[in-house]
């Protein structure tokens, strides 16, 4: 049995990593404080995305739009309109709760996007109450989520704008810039990593579910006339994802493993979409996240957004059960169209090949948080050994907040603290060091594993005479002797995925 998401949360702020925001003046839900290791985590997080997202690839291109806009742009994408949920408020005490969220928990059925007379219904009929007083609730209605605030010092109505609830919107807004200054042809990608705020009715699960969180998102164009070929997912055609499709659901089927090929070959998908989904899987994959703790789940008629015309969401199978990781949207031309009716400006694409116009469709707009893949990497590397007596942090090489604890043998020998800072200094100019130097050496290799440092490097009066050290695998505590002079070209070979057993002789 691993540990709950609340336990998680106390190790999270013991260790550094979160903290409740403003926690002296008693905090404030759903918002949260990244920590001396947890913000390296979180950079590391984003670096990997943009590497394999953005640099890494010919076709996807980013820009960092600003979080505050023209609210046009979110009239035109339907969130001024649409962007709610279903609240329920407690007509005795006023604790206000997601409708749809608790007659999921009651009821054990889907019931996201219902209306709220459907949602009404089912609460009436099954004598749904308030948890905390138990007295009835008013009758749900319609939240927008959007927080707004008044931008310059007049704060009339003329003056409202809202903190963007996704990053997605100025993507579109600015495609035919883009598009012409990287002079990228379909199909191509944009992609942001950025802020997004929504002012959630309750939020929960940590960080699960915060107001404040980070998205990595790219909307992804095709010319419309092509929109089934992807280029690229040969690749992927024999990875399996387990899959569970909207017809499953209904017939309240489990979820199947598939290949990618066979997928396609039965429709249960676009091959775009197929290809994101796998892309998206593989990558956390490729970050140490067990694969089996993952599936993609379509979404029920009911359940999609305004503007989307099929979704297919990345499921992790959290401590507090299956829930979204990741939504994958085909939003069609919805968005582009919206903002050229609303400009009044041409956001089309000109095809060289067939001399024509285009509004080019989103196939797929992966679309990930960075709290959420924070949650699934710490689950993920989470080990409470027994024999070792200590947490044990397994995170991958990549994303590991520090990756080498320089410590001298004795710290009242000044000789060792004097070698061992040498080794620290050079060291902390290419990777992020600690430098321990309290408790017995025991004492500090557990410490580290808490925390999920790779390597420990004991400095020892051998050091002073071999200019070597010991190198201590956090994972295997296999030790090596490396030579001083080695040492920057064998953590990076550890990093980059060499194993530590090839990088010197076991002592
Ligand atoms: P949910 O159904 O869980 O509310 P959503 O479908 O509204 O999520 P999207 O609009 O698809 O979410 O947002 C894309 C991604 O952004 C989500 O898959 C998730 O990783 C992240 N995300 C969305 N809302 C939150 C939130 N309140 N806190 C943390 N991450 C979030």
């Not at 990558?283 to 694969?291: P, Q, T, V």
Request: proline share 4%.
């Amino acid at each position: 049995m691993g540990i709950t998401i609340d336990d998680m949360s106390v190790f999270c702020k013991r260790k550094g990593f979160v903290y409740p925001n403003s926690e002296v003046y008693g905090g404030m839900s759903g918002f949260f404080d990244y920590g001396p290791l947890g913000v390296e985590l979180k950079n590391s997080i984003k670096a990997e995305w943009w590497k394999t997202h953005v640099t890494q690839r010919d076709d996807i291109v980013g820009i960092d739009g600003s979080i505050i806009t023209n609210p046009k742009v979110w009239v035109a994408s339907g969130h001024v309109e649409s962007f709610t949920d279903v609240m329920l408020k407690c007509s005795k005490c006023g604790n206000s709760v997601r409708a749809d969220h608790l007659v999921e928990e009651k009821l054990k059925i889907h019931a996201e996007g219902l209306s709220p007379q459907k949602l009404h219904e089912l609460i009436e009929k099954n004598k749904i109450k308030c948890e905390k007083c138990k007295s009835e609730f008013d009758k749900p209605k319609n939240f927008n989520m959007m927080f707004s605030t008044t931008v310059g010092p007049s704060s009339d109505e003329k003056s409202v704008s809202y903190l963007r609830p996704e990053t997605a919107q100025l993507m579109f807004a600015n495609f035919k810039l883009v598009q012409e200054n990287a002079r990228m042809k379909l199909p191509f990608g944009i992609a942001q990593v950025g802020k997004a705020f929504r002012n959630e009715i309750s939020p929960r699960d940590f960080l699960f579910r915060c107001r404040e969180f980070e998205q990595m998102e790219i909307e992804y164009f095709v010319n419309p006339e092509k929109g089934e070929d992807c280029p690229y997912v040969e690749e992927f055609s024999a990875y399996e994802l387990n899959v569970l499709s909207e017809p499953m659901q209904e017939k309240k089927e489990k979820p199947k493993k598939m290949a990618v090929n066979e997928i396609i070959a039965k429709k249960i998908m676009l091959p775009w979409h197929a290809y994101w989904l796998a892309f998206e899987q593989k990558w956390f994959e490729g970050l140490g996240a067990d694969k089996e703790k993952f599936r993609v789940r379509q979404h029920m008629k009911d359940e999609r957004s305004h503007y989307a015309t099929d979704t297919w969401d990345l499921e992790y199978s959290f401590p507090f059960g299956w829930k979204e990781l990741q939504g994958i949207s085909n939003r069609g031309d919805f968005d582009l169209k919206q903002h050229i009716k609303v400009s009044g400006k041409d956001l089309s694409y000109y095809d060289e090949g067939s001399k024509k116009k285009v509004i080019p469709n989103v196939v797929a707009e992966p679309s990930l948080g960075v709290e959420r893949s924070f949650l699934v990497f710490m689950f993920n590397a989470y080990e409470d050994d027994k024999k070792r007596g200590n947490i044990v942090l397994k995170l991958h090489p990549k994303l590991a907040p520090v990756k080498v604890a320089v410590f001298p043998l004795l710290s009242n020998k000044d000789e060792l603290v004097k070698k061992a800072r040498e080794v620290y200094d050079s060291l902390k100019k290419c990777y992020q060091c600690a430098y321990d130097t309290s408790g017995s050496i025991g004492r500090r290799y557990a410490r580290n594993d808490e925390i999920g440092t790779l390597l420990g490097c004991t400095i020892d009066f051998d050091s002073l005479k071999d200019e070597s050290v010991t190198l201590r695998d956090r994972d295997s505590t296999k030790q090596i002797r490396v030579k001083i002079e080695d040492l920057k070209c064998v953590v990076g070979k550890l990093i980059k995925g060499e194993k530590f057993e090839s990088l010197g002789k076991l002592i």
